[in-house]
T-cell receptor, first 115, second 116 residues
Framework: GNSVTQMEGPVTLSEEAFLTINCTYT??????LFWYVQYPGEGLQLLLK?????DKGSNKGFEATYRKETTSFHLEKGSVQVSDSAVYFC??????????????FGKGTLLTVNP | GAGVSQSPRYKVAKRGQDVALRCDPISGHVSLFWYQQALGQGPEFLTY????????KSGLPSDRFFAERPEGSVSTLKIQRTQQEDSAVYLC??????????????FGPGTRLLVL
């Protein structure tokens, strides 16, 4: 079945540091790939997505490129802020029968950014 | 308009009790999903509705779990005879159309269920 493996946390960085959170996936077809973020006390929000190979998703300074050859979708940000402290989830969406496109998530990576 | 809402936000149940969790999706959204998120884990799929039709219930862990969406809008997830292993956050998500792999799912804040 489909699966997502992401870098285990927690990750602690100082403000303005470079961030990478690794994500690799296993899928039988051609999934769409997502990064969702969960800020403290809030629900999951879409951060960015990419729908085909070599696509780059970007939002709020975060970027991730869909690499089919390495089955990866690593999240990067050049300069993190304290407000980026959250749990980040990598996920894939693929048709799994009928018209269902459920999400398969990784375990999440807790990021803490210190001033 | 408003986002996805869920109620209650927190629920404490004694083992063996029945519970009902409510989800109000974004108005007009066709697809509705339920996920279960155990502590320290990512969400896991439970079931999917397209309008009022439950098209996939392959993720429901046992026959104690039942979901419905009778009028194609509000959905209820019911857990009968709760067990301690049912303790988790239950997330509801909706999306605009009947489903594409690229479509964004919008999540509610979740209901945190604790079974004692």
């Amino acid at each position: 079945g489909n699966s997502v493996t992401q870098m285990e946390g927690p990750v602690t960085l100082s403000e303005e540091a470079f961030l990478t959170i690794n994500c690799t996936y296993t899928a039988t077809g051609y999934p769409s790939l997502f990064w969702y973020v969960q800020y403290p006390g809030e629900g999951l929000q879409l951060l960015l997505k990419a729908t085909k190979a070599d696509d780059k998703g970007s939002n709020k300074g975060f970027e991730a490129t869909y690499r089919k050859e390495t089955t990866s979708f690593h999240l990067e940000k050049g300069s993190v802020q304290v407000s980026d402290s959250a749990v980040y989830f990598c996920a894939l969406s693929e048709r799994s029968g009928g018209s269902n496109y459920k999400l398969t998530f990784g375990k999440g990576t807790l990021l803490t950014v210190n001033p | 308009g408003a986002g996805v809402s869920q109620s209650p936000r927190y629920k404490v149940a004694k083992r063996g009790q029945d519970v009902a969790l409510r989800c109000d999706p974004i108005s007009g959204h066709v697809s509705l999903f339920w996920y279960q998120q155990a502590l320290g884990q990512g969400p896991e799929f439970l079931t999917y509705f397209q309008n009022e039709a439950q098209l996939d219930k392959s993720g429901l862990p046992s026959d104690r779990f039942f979901a419905e969406r009778p009028e194609g809008s509000v959905s209820t997830l019911k857990i009968q005879r709760t067990q301690q292993e049912d303790s988790a956050v239950y997330l509801c998500a909706s999306s605009r159309t009947e489903g594409t792999a690229q479509e964004t799912q919008y999540f509610g804040p979740g209901t945190r269920l604790l079974v004692l």
